[in-house]
């Protein structure tokens, strides 16, 4: 897109078109480039406006949350911060974001740690969801024998995977690992089961004329396979994701040390209120922007 | 007549027991070598699974298909398909859903540059060469009929297999499909005659473009009912054939046929009904 704009603005100079010039569908390449720059504009504008239209429904909405914390307030939690008030610190928290003594660690890298062992758990996790999630899809044998076992482990919650694998991982890592395998567990499913999905949902059609035109495994794989099961592949990711920093905080809380989650529950009990809500908020803004990454890939990946 | 294409008392059952149902039976068929044969039958008569037959996309359970003399024992790249609802893989372009085929197919037997021009030769018979960066959703549906056409020719089979292919279209498309089939077949012929078997349930359309007609009865067990021989000379006018005599006459014995099949049962029923 840019290049097409630098393009056409080097043209207009060189030959400047008149309008009457301009209206004329045929000659030169004056019209042609006032043709595009009005394409151009008009998208900009079309863009522009829908863009300003979420950001006014995003607006109304986060108007609508505030409202309902500060009734909340006002009603039944009077010890409970207020927005301002959690404004106020989320503020002063901020200024100093990678503050890196020890007793006052900057929010800044508390975050990143927790970002961190999330990407690194969320990443290993995928690395076996994936594959085992296309195992079970194209092969009958590998569904019954591995969905029971996923249909077991799914429910089973964080906060018991947790001392589980302490327990598990005593010799090997301790507790940096326990969190590690815990947000690996617990995040590991939608990804298997959608992707499990996707790969068996290959249209019928499909596959009839990868049979037809004589389609060998790799090319079936490559042009039928995976761009058919890709949607539900990143479907399940995103859902993922959302789960992987939903128990991040429950580890952090339980193994302590360093992070956002344990910085809400240290906060917590060192009575400073406005600090944990404030990083209630830092979770969930992320959580949210984590997912919005995820929203785009998908959305990529379906007009492909 | 040289047989090029046998079907040998065909046969055809799905499910088994209790769930056994027979689709067709001893369904013989000899066809020559650059023939155009319509399959015409009311729905649920196992045109498709005849076709399907053919293909090798499934194995018969009694007789066999013969090609060029040799059973056939699975799809192979003697024989494509044009499918009813196109069949087109969505996320490719309309190029790579011709190429991947041509690709597939001629693999290491021609040099990349070869498989690029063939794949550009048939989209441009049918006039889609420049929409070929294009995917299948931005088409209409009969731009998206002719790739899945320029697909099947490209591949350059020796049978081509037609399963209702303009079934889904509106009549003008359809009509101006007839003629690009028929003028990428004759001059596909020019090289080497292709036979073709092509599934419809469109009288005039049958008439039209084949050179026999094949009525299949009403299943299940379905069975051939009659073979119709269609000795209009080539190239058809369209417009002249709607009076000419041959094809009033044809058309008379094909409806007759046809509608012969579908009162039965529903006479049956009343019968039943009293």
Redesign the interface.
Known sequence: MSKIATVTLSQVPARPASPLEAARPVSGSGAAVLAGLRMISAKAWRHGRSYAVSLLWGAASMSLLLAAWQVACLTIGKDLPTPLSTYHTLVELLSDPFNPDRNSLGIGLQLWESLRRVAVGFGLGSLIAIPLGVLMGASHVAKRLLDPISQILRPVSPLVWFPLALVAFKAAGGTASASLFTILITSLWPTVISTAFGVSSVPE??R??A??????RD?YLL??LI??ALPHILTGLRVSMGIAWLVIVATEMLSGGVGIGFFAWDSYNAGSYEKMVAAVVVIGVVGLLLDRVFDLLLRRAQR? | MSVYLRLDRLGKEFGRGREKSVAIQDVSLDVAQGEFVALIGHSGCGKSTVLNLV?G?QEPTTGQVLLDGNRVAG???D???V?Q?Y?L?P??TVF?NVY??V???FGNLMPRYRKHGVTERYLRMVSLWDHRTKRPSQLSGGMRQRVSIA?AFA?QPRVLLLDEPFGALDALTKGSLHEELLHMWSSEAQRRPQTVLMVTHDIDEAIYLSDRIVVMGNGPAARVAEVIGVPLERPRDKRELMHDRTFLLIKERLLELLEEGFSKPTYQSEASAA
């Open positions: 059609d499909y009839t004329v049979r037809v035109f004589q389609f060998s090319r042009k039928v761009p058919h492909a | 293909a996309l799809p192979g790249a024989r494509a398909m499918f609802n069949s893989l996320w490719l790579d991947q085929a690709d597939a197919v697909r591949v």
